[in-house]
């Protein structure tokens, strides 16, 4: 499969398809599709809206990473399949306090 047939990519961590437990991945539907390690394949299919969602594993179990709207303004992404808190239930105050972080590493680095 070409790269351009995904519909959605996730970020997955890594230790959760090394631990040998199933865990579960969610579509932005709603639908969720169980993961049974050992999993080899690159995507699977939401079985609700039958999108072809691509895998991207992180390494270890970050929780989330960093990205941007569109408007590049940063977000933390959710990491599926980690033992951390989605970063939509992390307070304001945890995501404002990780996001100033990220603006000043950021910052310093461009200078």
Do not use: W
Not at 73 to 78: S, V, Y
Not at 89 to 111: C, H, P, T, W, Y
């Amino acid at each position: 499969m070409r790269s351009d047939q995904f519909d959605l990519y996730t970020f997955v961590a890594g230790t959760a398809l090394e631990s040998g437990n199933p865990f579960q991945l969610e579509c932005n539907c709603g639908g969720v599709v169980t993961i049974m390690p050992p999993f080899q394949d690159e995507y699977v299919v939401c079985p609700r809206c039958e999108v072809r969602i691509k895998m991207l594993v992180i390494e270890g179990d970050p929780g989330y990473i960093i990205g941007a709207d569109p408007d590049e303004t940063p977000k933390l992404l959710p990491v599926q399949g980690s033992s951390k808190p989605h970063p939509g239930k992390l307070s304001a105050a945890e995501r404002d306090a990780i996001l100033a972080q990220v603006k000043e590493r950021f910052g310093k680095e461009n200078r």
